[in-house]
């Protein structure tokens, strides 16, 4: 570009521009397109020095390539000029449409700021248009090319080859020269940000295959059962996926385990267990149904698994097999409640069972008629809805069938009358027949209520003494049969220790509940054979009646009384035994 004015000089220039430029185009790095624009400055358009200087992600400029001086280029690459600097720089000096000038009349005051720079001096131009080696030349590149866009870089030249400031055209190249720069830079920063993307990607795609695999590997793996459910929508607990440790623990392929839900699965009286299990993704004991039928107790544990965009996805379910323990469990609370020798619950398990029928408060004396009974049962309750017991100045509320639905109207707290019921108590009151405490003259209404056989043995001693405890313990055993033979399934025959047993017996009149001890007397009096012999024990019963109002130790001191009555009552002749 020496003789601007001949037109062959302007078409080799352009030439070497499109070349540098298919260069910057070409490079295959960030890097190497910013040493590439640099070196084209030099190569291309006649300059003896080109510096690009790069924004960062701060604001501020560093250098980040330099062309035409290896001295200039160790002394300042990498080095940062602020951003401040570069705007006043940029703000200053003569507009060359998209460049900037500042001479070297003006640029001392630049001298002392951040900006990296090299620094030359010389004596004053010859000619107006002679270039001074103090004097600066900036080509801004901005993202969109044209000034109102982002600031990219700023191309900084020096030393013109034919030593005159650049005219026109070349002005207009340098313009032309760094709006392509901008271009090459912005598509490298794309490039190069795809690229790390894309390595970015490859990564967490080998690392969600790595996990992935390994989470396979512990599902299909481990010793236990697990599977994956769906969760919501109406397919919600359908069985996705089960490893082989359940399709064993259930006698059932993964491909038949795929029509079910863990619903279908679970024993009738554990649904409610499992739908709150799965709804909280929580941990609940429970009871699944086998292929042939059988039910294995497991301990289910539930983790929703959920991703940020979407909420909960699925249920991870593990299923632990606790067969065994409930097993040891169910074992040691049966040791716990029953006789070590006969089998029947023991004292304990029959107070715990007579205390859960009764409640602190006695029902209202008053009984109903059996037209009142009708009318209860067929809702006609009169004016209030209430029967109003003999005496009484407000209503009890009896509904005819048992059940206190609490106070008809309001009771001060301080009586203590309903103290542990609230306005809607469903207990059902246990009741004693008429005439059946302590009144032998009574009539029987026909009344039903809970009858409390106490049993001891005549002549259990002796055969203690004689024959040893084993054949004792024997006689015991054989008592308990036959005393659970002759019972309903719903009733409880108890070993209260010793030679004493009680029934409990429920729904009997007193007709019945004399009947019942009749026969169990007699199912005990026939002879027991024990090691070779035969041995013979008698029965004495007493019969008492559990109500409402008193305690367990109560009901079984009644009928305890009774049954000495009834012992001392009877000759002795008929209660001898061995």
Not at 379 to 385: C, F, L, M
Not at 425 to 431: K, R, S, T
Request: charged letters at 25%; aromatic letters at 6%; one cysteine or more.
């Amino acid at each position: 570009m020496e003789t601007e004015s001949e037109p062959y000089v302007r078409l080799a220039t352009l030439h070497q521009l499109h070349q540098v430029m298919a260069d910057m185009n070409t490079a295959r790095s960030l890097a190497d397109t910013l040493q590439t624009v640099a070196d084209g400055v030099v190569n291309g358009l006649g300059y003896e020095l080109a510096c690009v200087n790069l924004v960062r992600p701060d604001g501020d400029l560093v250098v980040a390539a330099f062309a035409g001086n290896s001295a200039a280029e160790a002394l300042i690459t990498g080095r940062v000029g602020s951003r401040d600097s570069w705007d006043r720089r940029l703000s200053m000096g003569e507009p060359w449409g998209e460049l900037r000038f500042i001479p070297y009349t003006e640029g001392w005051v630049l001298d002392e700021d951040d900006v990296p720079q090299w620094f030359t001096d010389g004596p004053p131009p010859r000619f107006d248009d002679e270039w001074h080696p103090s004097d600066r030349l900036f080509a801004p590149m901005y993202a969109t090319g044209a000034s109102g866009g982002e600031l990219l870089g700023v191309i900084s030249v020096d030393r013109p080859r034919n030593g005159r400031r650049p005219g026109a055209w070349g002005r207009e190249a340098l313009q032309m020269y760094a709006f392509q720069a901008a271009i090459a830079i912005s598509n490298a920063r794309l490039r190069a940000n795809m690229q790390r993307a894309l390595v970015r990607l490859e990564r967490e795609q080998q690392a969600l295959r790595a996990s992935e695999e390994s989470f396979r590997q512990a599902f299909e793996y481990a010793p236990s059962g697990m599977a994956v459910a769906e969760m919501g929508g109406d397919q919600h607990g359908r069985i996705l996926r089960t490893n082989d440790a359940l399709c064993r623990l259930l006698g059932r392929p993964a491909s038949a385990m795929r029509r079910y839900s863990f619903s279908d699965l679970v024993h009738p009286e554990d649904i409610g267990t499992l739908l709150r299990t799965s709804a909280e993704g929580g941990r609940a004991e429970l009871r699944l149904g086998r292929r042939d039928g059988t039910f294995v107790w497991v301990s289910l544990r539930n983790s929703v698994v959920a991703d940020a965009a979407d909420g909960p996805r699925f249920l991870l379910t593990h299923v632990e097999d606790i067969e065994e323990r409930k097993r040891r469990e169910l074992q040691l609370a049966h040791r716990a409640s029953h006789d070590s020798l006969t089998g029947l619950p023991n004292s304990a398990e029959l107070r715990a069972r007579l205390s859960a029928r009764l409640c602190h408060r006695p029902l209202e004396t008053g009984r109903p008629s059996a037209v009142d009974s009708l009318d209860a049962a067929y809702g006609d309750h009169g004016p209030h809805g209430v029967h109003a017991a003999p005496g009484a100045q407000h209503p009890a509320p009896v509904n005819g069938h048992g059940f206190d639905y609490g106070p008809a109207l309001p009771v001060p707290p301080q009586s203590g009358l309903y103290d542990g019921f609230d306005g809607f108590d469903h207990h059902v009151h246990v009741v004693a027949p008429d005439g059946a405490e302590g009144d032998p003259a009574g009539v029987e209404d026909g009344a039903k209520g809970l009858a409390v056989l106490f049993c001891d043995l005549d002549g259990f001693k002796s055969i203690n003494d004689r024959f040893g405890h084993n054949a004792g313990d024997a006689v015991l055993i054989e008592v308990a049969r036959r005393l659970t033979s002759g019972v309903r399934d719903g009733d409880t025959v108890a070993r209260l220790g010793g030679d004493e047993f009680v029934v409990l017996a429920d729904g009997l009149g007193q007709a019945d509940a004399q009947d019942l001890a009749v026969r169990l007397r007699n199912a005990i009096i026939p002879p027991i054979r024990v090691d070779g012999r035969a041995v013979r024990v008698g029965a004495s019963f007493g019969i008492g009646w559990a109500h409402c109002g008193m305690t367990a130790e109560e009901v079984l001191r009644s009928a305890d009384q009774r049954m000495y009555v009834e012992k001392r009552s009877r000759a002795k002749q008929h209660r001898r035994a061995g």
